[in-house]
């Protein structure tokens, strides 16, 4: 009798102690389950952010050229109106020359004038 006392007081601690032991197992495979997902998740949350990095560092480049290729428009642009200036002071210079060329022409022209007048 004593025998089948802790028999029995035995097996219906074994049982609570597989029962304990099956919702800890269950507990455990839920929480797996959970992290398992999250890893999921994660790793596409991951594979979106890799794309975005790729697209900012593509669309960067392309500025970063666009910006160097509005630099060199812009210093040819005033390369070119430096030499325009340039030339247009030259032909300035030259026109002032030609005035004071004409009107020294013009005033020996009237002193000539006068002196066969006289």
Wanted: glycine letters at 0%.
């Amino acid at each position: 009798m004593m025998v089948a006392k802790i028999s029995t007081e035995h097996k219906v601690e074994v049982d609570r102690l597989e029962s304990e032991f099956n919702r800890q197992i269950t507990i455990l495979n839920e929480s797996e389950k959970h992290l398992k997902e999250m890893l999921v998740q994660s790793e596409i949350q991951n594979h979106d952010l890799n794309l975005k990095n790729q697209e900012t560092t593509i669309l960067l480049t392309k500025l970063q050229e666009e910006i160097s290729r509005s630099l060199k428009t812009h210093e040819e642009e005033v390369q070119l109106r430096l030499q325009f200036e340039q030339k247009l002071n030259g032909l300035h210079s030259i026109h002032r020359d030609l005035q004071t060329k004409y009107d020294r022409a013009a005033i020996e022209i009237l002193n000539l004038e006068t002196l066969t007048k006289i």
